[in-house]
T-cell receptor, first 112, second 112 residues
Framework: SAVISQKPSRDICQRGTSLTIQCQVDSQVTMMFWYRQQPGQSLTLIATANQGSEATYESGFVIDKFPISRPNLTFSTLTVSNMSPEDSSIYLC?????????FGPGTRLLVL | KNQVEQSPQSLIILEGKNCTLQCNYTVSPFSNLRWYKQDTGRGPVSLTIMTFSENTKSNGRYTATLDADTKQSSLHITASQLSDSASYICVPRFSGTYKYIFGTGTRLKVLA
């Protein structure tokens, strides 16, 4: 199994500001994934983060808006930059291990 | 366009009753299909995973079926409990990639 923690668990932010979300895994993994789940919607993959290389972003997501760091094999951060109310979502970190996908508890973000 | 459609969107049943959730997908090429349970405010948790060659997989009171020819899957919940109240998400995976397509889920409410 994999134990994933995220910080913060929730936050309320003002538009135009930025928030950095941290994801910590209990053991080393090659790839970490960041998802967004907007209210009432399904999960959408934002990007894949490999240690030692730039993150790979999905269509509709750009590095300037969602910069990602992956300094080691157990940790990653996602920054939501220049926030607007449309960024209000749950942001989830995920890893694959032994053919099973594990998710963190999520960070619930509200932008006013 | 690759899509995942789940039905019903929402369902209310009495405790102790059985129910079946449906998933139709058009993901191709297809590697495997997972069902997740997502409690409100939490990250999804894997229930079952089936490859294209498997027809059924059980996990306690949860039984998933897969028909790769018709691209249909179902999740059957037996003797429902109050704790089964959650969203259930069908997630097929593209063959040869890490990419998953998340369905919008079925929101199940179990009443006492």
């Amino acid at each position: 199994s994999a134990v994933i923690s995220q910080k913060p668990s929730r936050d309320i932010c003002q538009r135009g500001t930025s928030l950095t979300i941290q994801c910590q895994v209990d053991s080393q993994v090659t790839m970490m994934f960041w998802y967004r789940q907007q209210p009432g919607q399904s999960l959408t993959l934002i990007a894949t983060a490999n240690q030692g290389s730039e993150a790979t972003y999905e269509s509709g997501f750009v590095i300037d808006k969602f910069p990602i760091s992956r300094p080691n094999l157990t940790f990653s951060t996602l920054t939501v930059s220049n926030m607007s109310p449309e960024d209000s979502s749950i942001y989830l970190c995920s890893v694959d291990r032994e053919e099973t996908q594990y998710f963190g508890p999520g960070t619930r973000l509200l932008v006013l | 366009k690759n899509q995942v459609e789940q039905s019903p969107q929402s369902l209310i049943i009495l405790e102790g009753k059985n129910c079946t959730l449906q998933c139709n997908y058009t993901v191709s090429p297809f590697s495997n299909l997972r069902w997740y349970k997502q409690d409100t405010g939490r990250g999804p948790v894997s229930l079952t995973i089936m490859t294209f060659s498997e027809n059924t997989k059980s996990n306690g009171r949860y039984t998933a079926t897969l028909d790769a020819d018709t691209k249909q899957s179902s999740l059957h919940i037996t003797a429902s409990q109050l704790s089964d109240s959650a969203s259930y998400i069908c997630v097929p995976r593209f063959s040869g990639t890490y990419k998953y397509i998340f369905g919008t889920g079925t929101r199940l409410k179990v009443l006492a």
